[in-house]
């Protein structure tokens, strides 16, 4: 018999960006993935009201969409640790890599390595609950841009062929982001109707390079730095979304 989860989904509405809080219930230790500095306020009150132990923030990778709220919620809890991929370049109090596991009470998150979006993406996945957070690797019924920070397409589409297209199709799909509202998809559902990955890997890599899409130019160095306190801050200007040709999908 699995232990309960505690578990909030989130969006930030003006990046389209979700937001989930793991936690495990028999303990009150939690983990935040992905929050969003102006809805990191918010998430802090929801941890409070659910009595949550805040025990890591996580980055699936360095955002170029959005500023990150793990400084806002270090602030807030000071004993929280903030998450990166090793391979990001970044600054965090701890960087993992693909089979690290990230521990909270009864409850555990493998990581994953799926880099192409950037070099330093990383998904976190939940045998136990059946859960894969992809970030912006793995989209619903798209995926995300590879023509800057370090993106490839060929690496993204072998990150999600090879990696997450081999979990089993049950496995429920929590993205990055969404701009048509749906919530989740699974890994079967992207698998046969995910429009991109539904190609061979020369069509993909074809598709990904003819998006011809504007560079965000509001997009500085994506660095993520320590503040005084510790506190991890996103260092890059305000991005507007962009849209891709050729599936309507922001990324």
């Not at 989209?139 to 999600?160: E, K, V």
């Not at 020369?202 to 130019?217: A, G, R, T, W």
Request: charged content about 25%; some cysteine.
């Amino acid at each position: 018999m699995r232990n309960a989860l505690i578990f909030r989904q989130m969006i930030e509405f003006a990046s389209s960006t979700y937001t989930y809080i793991l936690g495990c219930a028999a303990t009150r230790k939690a983990v935040i993935i992905d929050p969003v500095l102006e809805t990191a306020h918010r998430d802090a009150q929801i941890i409070r009201e659910l009595d949550l132990d805040l025990l890591y923030g996580l980055n699936t990778h360095v955002h170029a969409d959005h500023v990150t709220g793990t400084a806002v919620l270090k602030t807030a809890f000071p004993s929280m640790k903030s998450v990166l991929a090793a391979s990001s370049g970044g600054k965090a109090d701890l960087h993992v890599k693909e089979g690290d596991k990230i521990k909270f009470g009864h409850e555990h998150l493998d990581v994953l390595a799926t880099p192409g979006h950037t070099d330093g993406c990383i998904s976190y996945v939940s045998n136990a609950h059946r859960m894969v957070f992809t970030g912006d690797s793995l989209l619903i019924r798209g995926c995300g841009r590879t023509d800057f920070q370090q993106g490839n397409p060929r690496t993204l589409y072998r990150s999600i062929s090879d990696k997450i297209f081999t979990l089993p199709d049950d496995y429920i799909v929590y993205v990055g982001h969404n701009y048509e509202g749906i919530l989740q998809s699974s890994v079967g559902e992207e698998k046969k109707y995910n429009p991109r990955l539904t190609k061979s890997e020369d069509e993909f890599v074809k598709i990904m390079k003819e998006l011809n899409l504007d560079y965000p130019k509001q997009i500085v160095a994506g660095d993520i730095d320590s503040d005084a306190r510790g506190a991890v801050a996103l260092r890059l200007g305000r991005c507007r979304r962009w849209i891709t040709a050729i599936d309507g999908h922001c990324t």
